[in-house]
DNA sequence: CCGACTATGTGAATATTGTTACAATGTAAC
DNA sequence: GTTACATTGTAACAATATTCACATAGTCGG
């Protein structure tokens, strides 16, 4: 059976034409003359990949083999990084430990980042003990929840604050990135309170979509979407005769698609 | 302040070339002569837009009220909708309820879905007691974990089953969608599960690019990696003027993007 | 140090996606 | 029913994104 590299590995609905860059925030916004949203949420998958690699001991990977592990063209992989700088050499391809701290560098992952979480319902709390975020540098330095019940909690060394304190722990703390899980309803308040409190980055687990300045950057995370999303290509036909006809005893045969998603 | 909608929207990382379909599980392969995945993955954010105005009552919107509302064009829409047909009257716009069932129908949100689940670790089990799932029609029907321990374990009224028992359980209970939430390093095996148990569509949630066949659907869900394609636009510069220079009282004046992302 | 490979970086070609602009059609107030 | 206005659906166009294909430059085994 075929195989090809997984849809959908990049979360975007499109990106926003953020021409005028706000008085603070996002870096002068680069979109101007600069380099393409598509292209910069391809690379901390590049990031990704090559972390891997080199913890493999790997010392040495060239578009092509990168390409495949990501279902991406060998082409493209040189497109993106060739908007960056040279990076690689002739007839061996890139060193894996340089050009991992290159694709760190770009992204400014070469140091951690301290994140406000808002919202600690069961999401939030779901997140906060997720290792993933401080294994890749995101450190979760502070909480807020708009329920007064529950501010003033304290969960591990950290306080549950109200949503008022915002602007004074933000800006104490150099926070710029939060994520925010909360329900629909309360989305935009929350929103407007981090921009209001200087975040320039805001991960939404909220299924709503909520509106921001142009020089703050926002990604949303929806399950739902993604299931329903997928629903479409689903073919029902296929319901009675589908025992038995997919079993693959072997993984090998893959296949790349053109784009990550 | 100028305010947009905001960026990714749909979590995109491309979509695949999908040429030729399998034996089963996807739909005749569409995009073949047929739809944009793009255009697939906006659907889903159109029918939540249009089933919350239907819920607060209102029986008509145009494409310049939606498209205002979700960060997207008003020709985008329309194009969008013009792939699958004319739902809407000149002068007036689009009756919220037929346009919501027409949406639905295409995308096969006509019914319920039931999803396995793999992977009953922190994150499964807060995957579980999601409501957003059922609530939109996906029920968590069957669970599967890898580790013999938490076999036979039962959570509500389901029980954890091995890896073996996938395509038994799967096909008796025609399960076609399935979120995976395990480690990275098993992600890979317990996708292979999947497809040989004829899923063919995962939701994963594992950080890794797993492959799949051309006839299985996948999508990633990654909050490392959002955050990670954030953390380039950030300004440090901004870090000691932040204070004080956002504050927003009015959260009126919006601004859409181009794309939703 | 040669010859056969290998793989980069990129201009040019292509493919995909989004926008503009407008004819067609309907609304709605009177 | 007539007039002024609103909004669709889409053809033509523009912008973006991806791939092709190749000159260039390095590798590597003898």
Redesign the pocket.
């Given at each position: 059976m075929q195989h090809r590299v997984s849809d959908s590995l990049i979360d975007d609905f499109?990106?926003s034409g953020s021409e005028h860059s706000g008085p603070a925030g996002l870096r002068a916004d680069l979109n101007q003359n600069g380099i393409?949203?598509?292209?910069i949420r391809?690379l901390p998958i590049y990031a990704r990949s090559l972390k891997y690699l080199a913890g493999e001991g790997v010392e040495t990977?060239?578009?092509?083999?990168?390409g495949m592990r990501l279902g991406?063209?060998?082409?493209?992989i040189?497109?993106?990084?060739?908007y960056f700088?040279?990076?690689?050499?002739?007839?061996?391809?890139?060193n894996v430990a340089y050009l991992l701290e290159q694709v760190n560098g770009i992204l400014q992952l070469d140091h951690d980042w301290p994140v406000a979480l808002v919202g600690l319902g069961h999401l939030g709390r779901a997140l906060l003990h997720y290792e993933g975020l401080s294994e890749h540098g995101f450190n979760i330095s502070a909480l807020f929840d708009h329920n007064p019940e529950k501010v003033g909690q304290q969960i591990g060394d950290l306080t549950i604050y109200g949503m008022s304190d915002m602007p004074d722990v933000l800006s104490s703390l150099n926070i710029q990135m939060a994520i925010m899980a909360v329900p629909a309803r309360g989305a935009q308040e929350a929103t407007d309170a981090l921009v209001a409190s200087g975040v320039s980055a805001i991960l939404n687990y909220a299924p709503i979509i909520v509106q921001v300045p142009h020089n703050v950057k926002i990604r949303h995370i929806d399950p739902v979407v993604a299931l329903q999303s997928m629903t479409y290509y689903i073919d029902d036909s296929a319901k009675g005769s589908r025992a038995g006809l997919v079993r693959n005893g072997n993984g090998s045969e893959r296949v790349r698609?053109?784009?990550?998603d």
């Open positions: 499109g990106d393409p949203d598509i292209v391809r990977v060239s578009s092509g083999e990168l991406v063209s060998a082409a493209q040189r497109r993106d990084l060739s700088g040279e990076f690689g050499k002739q007839g061996k391809g890139y698609s053109g784009k990550l």
